[in-house]
């Protein structure tokens, strides 16, 4: 198996004089659902902050008032793009797939490839929706394992792209046969990563680390909270830049190490194929999905 230096050079090589396309198609992506920039900042304490105030009293107040429109106005927005991500996020993934290992192959990869795969509707959905419920059955079971399936269902969208003939939960389970072993190797892929991620997220935390220094957020009231949040995490997004070329490259290092599991599987033959029994006894699991 390469090493994770191996398939940052592969990524960094087809990205070179494309990175303005990848750029915007992983930016497109993330906006239709698809889980490539899925960092988060920690607000606990702002949150917490928030419910430790009167806020029975403020929504009685006249800021609440003046504040209300803009309040529900920004949270119907974001339950509207909730709903989208989750009725398209699946078939975009299938599109950002095509256009990963397009980009690898060192074929024509384009923006228009992440909707490429509208006709496969009904796949995407199914597909995006299984992986969903099993990984939140095994996290409910206990979080260890719903991370371990994180990483055994990775391969799904691009088996499920190159393969159409393949229902969704038989791509989940061939996923899984593929990782079989090589979990571990995926997941210092993306430890590998982790100094780019800290030099991303830098001008966010510096962001969040000055508001709750700066302002006394102990005594602030409710609307004063609000206010500061309004303006803090929107910048917070811009100082997030960085994910823009970090995502591609993320994404182009994981096409690699999709397709060298392939090659891997093409130079033996007598593996490639399991029987069914065999497929559905990998892991310990018989369910031919989790």
């Not at 494309?18 to 899925?38: F, M």
């Not at 399991?274 to 989790?290: I, T």
Request: net charge negative.
């Amino acid at each position: 198996m390469k090493h994770s230096a191996d398939f940052r050079a592969e990524a960094r090589e087809a990205l070179r004089g494309k990175w303005r396309t990848a750029v915007w198609a992983g930016y497109l992506a993330g906006l239709l659902g698809v889980g490539v920039a899925s960092e988060r900042v920690n607000l606990s304490n702002l949150t917490r902050n928030l419910r430790e105030r009167d806020v029975r009293g403020f929504l009685q107040s006249e800021a609440w008032f003046q504040m209300r429109p803009a309040v529900f106005t920004v949270l119907g927005l974001l339950l509207l793009w909730i709903l989208v991500c989750f009725i398209v996020g699946g078939v975009v993934q299938l599109g950002y797939s095509r256009f990963n290992l397009r980009l690898i192959d060192r074929e024509n990869a384009e923006t228009r490839d992440l909707f490429s795969q509208l006709d496969r509707f009904g796949q995407g959905f199914l597909m995006q929706l299984l992986m969903d419920i099993y990984l939140l059955l095994w996290t409910l079971l206990l979080l260890i394992p719903g991370i371990i399936k994180a990483y055994a269902y990775a391969m799904t969208p691009y088996i499920l792209y190159e393969h159409p003939e393949m229902t969704p939960n038989e791509a989940i389970t061939e996923s899984r046969r593929m990782m079989d072993g090589k979990k571990w190797d995926y997941f210092c892929l993306g430890f590998s990563f982790i100094g780019w991620d800290l030099l991303a997220s830098a001008p966010a935390f510096a962001a969040y680390v000055y508001f709750v220094f700066h302002y006394d957020t102990a005594t602030m009231g409710v609307a004063e909270l609000l206010r500061g949040m309004s303006w803090l995490l929107p910048l917070m997004a811009v100082l997030c830049a960085g994910y823009l070329f970090l995502t591609p490259y993320r994404n182009a290092a994981n096409a690699a190490f999709y397709r060298e599991l392939v090659r891997q599987q093409e130079n033996a033959p007598e593996n490639s194929e399991l029987p069914d029994s065999a497929a559905e006894a990998d892991d310990g699991e018989n369910d031919g999905g989790y």
